[in-house]
């Protein structure tokens, strides 16, 4: 272990935090993944709403492409035209972020199109403000994505990862999707839209489809539900893939994986068994704390 | 290339890769688009997403530890344990987003009481859902799956790298190999799976056969095809 490993790994991890927040605020503004269901059958269940549709597809697949986009620009300017790494992956990212945009609007406009049966409109105002809203998120998240592989891949820098920059990339963007749609969304999901219910329960399947249309002031609009989820479910996305990125590559580097890949994969070990013991803490303490639901009347005893 | 015994070995290898990766996905908790609303327990995402995102993590791992040593068992583990990290803590964080996010606490609807801790679920089942966030069978379970998952991505991996030599080429195809299992696995599942004590869980055979024959065709396929033939 030398510092300047310890500093690129410490550059990783913010990086990857800063590209996780900013991946579930992306989608959030955009509804994209698992609570856009209930986006999409909110008109037809006589809610029509100023939410901004885009299940472009899953989140995974969409951020490999844009994060695999952008590599591979940056890979071919710095390759091919000599670009500094720096404007390279700015590039890049524009890139994706352009690729992202035209996503997102046709996927808009298909949709909501496709609603107006149910008094579904397409507002031109949503479209020209979320639009570039969207953009922006998706630039920051594919800049960190690609830097956290040029780090990892550059022949002059000393982590050298086998693979090339583009299919770090890949990966990479497609985890940050699973890990978004897996914590970020929750919030977006099960919270933010369905507010008008109590706190604490999930959605009760009859209510699928409520969605909260009206905001503090007028109606409710995406990137409202964005300065919302900024608060707990973008940072915690980003906590995962920065945990992620940083507990991956620190055992790493913290032993040689020449000489001490045994200690690597210990210490890998190590961390599951605490992520496991965590989860039960975590369990206990939150069943101790909510206790059972009033509503409930069978046998088993809590 | 020519065609010898260590071919059909590096086949086989791709074969116990893609069975480890079509049984793995069954373990992964996942809830799919009701578990983002909290209604139904599980990672709030689809089989694949999840199940990609922690193998191919593994994967990463997998390809450091194989530029720096030929040891099967140090890069399969390798392999798993990237995974496992990966997947431990997205069920956290996602614990984290069901706790302090929307306020439930984990509990599952396919059970009465844990396996593994024994503490009773019903009481703790919001009205009008089947369960939601991650209890330990469910997180445990989940672990089982990241494991099997890397290890089955690093195993195809390791496979066609002694092939053809050529990391990018041979992450790729492990990759293919690897959507394809999962695929066919998430198939069986239909959506939602809990962890080994859903009742769903009875299915791994079906996938079993489903994935040997998927993987000896791809295996032979991305064998001939890496191999230059």
């Known amino acids: ?302 | 290339m020519t065609f010898d015994a260590s071919t059909a070995l590096y086949i086989i290898e791709i074969v116990i890769g893609g069975l480890l990766v079509g049984i793995g996905v069954h373990f992964v908790p996942v809830g799919g688009a009701p578990a983002a609303m909290a209604q139904a327990t599980g990672v709030g995402t689809g089989t694949v997403q999840l199940a990609a995102g922690s193998g191919l993590t593994g994967l990463l791992s997998a390809g450091l530890m194989m530029s720096v040593t030929d040891n099967i068992i140090l890069i399969v583990v390798s392999g798993a344990v990237g995974a496992m990290i990966m997947i431990d803590a997205t069920m956290i964080v996602g614990n984290w987003a069901y706790i302090y996010g929307v306020g439930v606490p984990p509990s599952s609807g396919k059970v009465d009481y844990d396996p593994i801790t024994k503490d009773p679920q019903p009481p703790y089942v919001s009205p009008g859902t089947v369960g939601h966030g991650i209890p330990t069978v469910s997180y445990v379970s989940g672990t089982i799956g990241g494991l099997l998952g890397g290890a089955g991505g690093s195993l195809i991996y390791y496979a066609l790298m002694n092939i053809n030599h050529n990391p990018g080429l041979s992450g790729m195809f492990a990759i293919g190999i690897f959507v394809v299992n999962a695929v066919l696995a998430s198939y069986n599942i239909q959506g939602t799976i809990e962890g080994f004590h859903d009742p769903k869980f009875k299915r791994v055979p079906a996938a079993f056969q489903a994935c040997l024959a998927a993987s000896l065709v791809i295996g032979i396929i991305a064998v001939l095809i890496t191999g230059g033939a």
């Open chain 1, 1 to 302: 272990m030398d510092m300047v490993s310890m500093g690129l790994l410490a550059a990783m991890g913010a990086l990857a935090t800063v590209a996780g927040a900013s991946e579930d605020i992306e989608s959030d503004v955009g509804s994209q993944s698992n609570p856009n269901s209930q986006v999409q059958l909110a008109a037809q269940v006589g809610h029509p709403h100023r939410i901004y549709n885009k299940a472009v597809s899953g989140e995974p697949p969409s951020n490999a492409l844009y994060a695999a986009l952008a590599a591979v620009t940056a890979s071919v300017l710095m390759s091919g035209f000599g670009m500094s790494a720096f404007f390279a992956i700015a590039t890049g990212a524009v890139v994706a972020a352009i690729f992202d945009g035209i996503y997102s609007v046709t996927a808009y406009m298909g949709r909501n199109t496709s609603q107006a049966r149910f008094n579904q409109y397409v507002y031109l105002d949503i479209l020209r403000t979320h639009t570039p809203t969207i953009m922006a998120h998706a630039y920051i998240t594919a800049f960190c994505i690609v830097s956290i592989s040029y780090i990892m891949t550059a022949s002059w820098l000393p982590i050298q990862h086998p693979f090339p920059m583009p299919l770090v990339a890949f990966i990479w963007g497609l985890a940050i999707g699973a890990i978004g749609s897996s914590t970020g969304d929750i919030h977006y999901g099960a919270e933010r839209e369905f507010q008008s219910y109590p706190f604490g329960a999930g959605l009760n399947a009859a209510d699928s489809g409520d969605i909260v249309t009206k905001a503090e002031a007028g109606l409710r609009n995406s990137i409202d539900n964005a300065w919302f989820c900024a608060k707990y479910g973008g940072p915690i996305t980003g906590m995962a893939f920065g945990l992620t990125v940083f507990l991956d590559n620190w055992r790493a580097t913290i032993f040689d994986p020449a000489t001490q890949g045994g200690l690597v994969i210990l210490t890998g070990i190590v961390i599951v068994i605490l992520f496991n013991v965590y989860n039960r803490i975590l369990e206990t303490r939150a069943r101790k704390r909510y206790g059972p639901y009033p509503e409930y009347v069978g046998d088993i005893k809590a």
